[in-house]
């Protein structure tokens, strides 16, 4: 029997929940997009010590499980004496753990520029590094951001495991209503839905993106 | 710092990594029949049934695996739909994962130019031998590293079954950790032993990729 | 010739040092009243000792004990909620300053520090109304499927009876571990399980409950075991000082009043000498 008083009754709770949940996408997708472009370029900078560097991270996130890399972050703070940090941890992880599938991304962007841009800067007297700025980058970014929305939805998608660390998320809320309510389909279809949501949104916030970067160029 | 504790408890985690590579390997394998019945259904002549299909396919992508795993174990019984634990887990990595891979075979079907198809059946092969002798050993080296890279995140997926009480290496490892009370040392262990285990079958899947597309022709 | 880089060095490596080692005698207790929160680990998935409200808000045996405690100290209780199976390593890696509602047990002990005694546990079979078991014996339940809550100490408890059972030639019981009672109590009714092995109060509270379903509890398994909170070794003075607060609270009534009505009755607990050998 759906007890749809319940469900009505414990949507605030979720909305509010769902917030915390949009944090941690929002924060851990920007130092995911950031650490990705940083990498990307260490592996095309031709210097041996960073792309070595790049690939080790590469290796190291794609062959560990994210749960326990947050573990990994989450135990070692109060080693190197950050208190209280549970949600920076969690960011930090998935955002590493993100980082690693970005750099292969927007690698292959940053290489499918057309190096005739690249030579007319160069011989327009630009540095390389407004060449990257300038040139490279932005349309390194425009190419790859359909892979890249992808990439930030399955961020979304590895929210949960924050909960593990004592981030209360959207998920996890649902498991706490659950153990009180002694039910889970009235719980777990909105939180579903929200996850969907969420990702409707991101995906139409690309979308236009992706639509006013083409109106420009 | 207990640096003994992981390798003393090693039976314990041994046992939990052999029950996360079986599941792996069933889920993958129902995951590529799921894959290959999603692609047939994208065909289908009945409008429905790919619409359905369609639907499945969206709300996939938008929610998480765990809430996935949560629905089939705690939500399934009361529509009468009742699984054990390592069914409830495998059915779960499959739904999740079978659109990921459809997507992957689906590319990689496609990319076997209609002119090799073409000049198939100009020498007289029928359609299932096109299938059997061009297009699919072709695809096969062409969907391998999508598709491993799917299944190494199914590998490393299958540690949320332990919230349903799979006792598979997650679910032993926080058993150990729970002994041990060595949190920092067992968990480090876990993950290199993850990651050994995952940069290997990496390794070898870039070998049998090699060796399947040397004589692929190039364009 | 000593090169400015060595010197440069040298004075990094030793100012991380300086900083690192200056604070690492610091107690939590000092942090803690620096911040004027005490980070409380908590699984608010166990009633009568911890749950949530219909707002969400942590009630309980324990937390109210909590709250009354840190008023005392002049702080705020901050809680981390998690599943128990992440608390103690959390409390040993120092990301907590205590969690409440901890069996006792002489392998804790050698690694985390508990307060006195907040309570006494006794562990319980719980098994649907009409089920054939006989008694909550361990040689009884042979065999059979139990549903326990992952890593807690019915769950060891259970995993140390089986091997007993195994020199008697008996069958083991299969554990089956979940995250919070409610799911343990939804895998039996399920029947996916056929018996929950936890603390006898926590059952006795999911039968009122959960009147809905034909629960019955079995009897009693296991010894009676004190109940207390955990901090890191490291923290002797929070220890104290939360101990303190404890005996203020017994000493004004607050406990008694606590235990009566969240357990229906009051137990007196010793402050000494409870830690099991």
């Keep these: 029997m759906f007890n749809s008083q319940l469900m009505l009754d414990s949507l605030p709770l979720l909305a509010q929940a769902s917030t915390v949940t949009i944090k941690l996408t929002v924060f851990a997708g920007i130092l995911s997009v950031v650490l990705g472009t940083l990498s990307a370029m ?23 499980p994210l749960f326990v890399q947050l573990l990994v972050v989450f135990l070692t703070l109060p080693m190197i004496k950050i208190d209280n940090a549970a949600f920076e941890a969690a960011v930090i992880a998935i955002g590493l753990n993100s980082g690693a599938y970005v750099t292969e991304i927007v690698r292959g962007a940053i290489m499918a520029v057309p190096r005739g841009h690249v030579e007319a800067a160069d011989a327009v007297g630009l540095s390389k590094f407004t060449i990257s700025r300038k040139i490279v980058l ?34 996890y809320t649902g498991v706490l209503i659950q153990s009180r ?10 939180i579903a839905m929200g996850y969907i949501l969420i990702a409707q949104i991101l995906l139409r916030l690309s979308r236009y993106f992706e639509a006013r970067l083409s109106l420009r160029s | ?89 495998v059915l779960t990595l499959t739904l999740y994962y079978s659109p990921y891979m459809a997507e992957v075979l689906r590319g990689a079907l496609g990319s076997i130019t209609t002119g090799q198809r073409d000049a198939g059946r100009m020498i007289g092969l029928s359609d299932f031998d096109i299938l059997r002798r061009i297009t699919v050993p072709q695809s096969i080296g062409i969907a391998l590293p999508g598709l491993t890279g799917l299944m190494i995140g199914l590998a490393k997926d299958t540690a949320i079954l332990s919230v349903i009480s799979v006792q598979e290496f997650t679910y032993e490892t926080k058993l150990v950790v729970s002994r041990t009370y060595a949190p920092f040392e067992v968990w480090t262990v876990v993950a290199a032993t993850y990651w050994v285990l995952l940069t290997c079958l990496e390794q070898l899947t870039r070998l049998g990729e090699y060796r399947l597309n040397r004589f692929r022709e190039m364009r | 010739m000593i090169k400015r880089r060595d010197l440069l060095k040298l004075a990094a490596a030793s100012a991380t040092f300086g900083v690192l080692s200056s604070s690492s005698f610091a107690d939590a207790l000092d942090q803690a009243k620096k911040r ?10 166990f009633p009568p000792f911890e749950f949530t409200d219909a707002d969400g808000k942590i009630t309980g045996y324990d937390a109210e004990l909590i709250e009354a405690v840190a008023a005392q100290m002049g702080l705020k209780p901050e809680y981390k909620v998690m599943a128990f199976s992440g608390i103690i390593p959390g409390l040993i890696a120092g990301a907590f300053d205590m969690t409440p509602t901890l069996n006792v047990t002489a392998e804790r002990a050698k690694k985390i520090d508990y307060t006195i005694p907040t309570a006494a546990s006794v562990n319980a079979v719980l098994a649907m109304k009409g089920s054939a078991i006989k008694s909550s014996k361990i040689e009884d339940l042979a065999g059979m499927k139990a549903a326990v809550k992952a890593t807690t100490q019915p769950e060891q408890m259970m995993t140390a009876m089986n091997t007993d059972l195994a020199k008697k030639s008996l069958k083991p019981v299969q554990l089956f571990g979940f995250e919070t009672i409610e799911q343990t109590i939804a895998a039996m009714a399920d029947k996916r399980v056929d018996i929950v092995v936890d603390d006898k109060s926590v059952l006795v509270e ?62 007196d607990l010793p402050e000494k000498d409870f830690i099991p050998k």
């Design chain 2, 1 to 89: 710092m207990d640096w003994l504790a992981p390798f003393q408890n090693m039976p314990a985690l041994l046992g939990g990594l052999v029950t996360t590579i079986w599941i792996t390997i069933a889920a993958t394998i129902c995951s590529l029949c799921g894959a290959m019945l999603i692609i047939l259904a994208d065909q289908a002549r009945l409008r429905w049934l790919r619409q359905l299909v369609r639907v499945y396919i969206e709300a996939i992508l938008g929610i998480p695996i765990l809430v996935l795993l949560y629905i089939v174990y705690f939500v399934l019984p009361d529509l009468g739909v009742k699984l054990g634990e390592i069914p409830s887990g």
């Design chain 1, 42 to 64: 260490a592996q095309l900078s031709g210097q041996a010590p960073l792309k070595w560097l790049s690939r080790a991270y590469v290796s190291l996130m794609r062959g560990t």
């Design chain 3, 36 to 45: 004027g929160t005490l980070l409380v680990a908590i699984d608010p998935t």
């Design chain 1, 138 to 171: 932005p349309q390194a970014l425009k190419t790859c951001l359909p892979a890249l929305t992808a990439e930030m939805t399955i961020v979304l998608k590895s929210t949960p495991l924050a909960s593990v660390i004592s981030v209360t998320e959207l998920t």
């Design chain 1, 181 to 190: 309510a002694f039910t889970a389909i009235e719980i777990f279809l909105p």
């Design chain 3, 206 to 267: 999911a039968t009122v409950k959960r009147s809905d379903l034909p629960l019955v509890l079995v009897g009693e398994i296991g010894g009676v075991t004190p109940i207390a909170w955990g901090v890191n070794k490291a923290n002797s003075k929070l220890t104290a000082a939360l101990s303190d607060g404890l005996k203020a609270t017994k000493a004004s009534g607050k406990m008694a009043e606590l235990q009566s009505k969240y357990f229906g009755y009051t137990t």
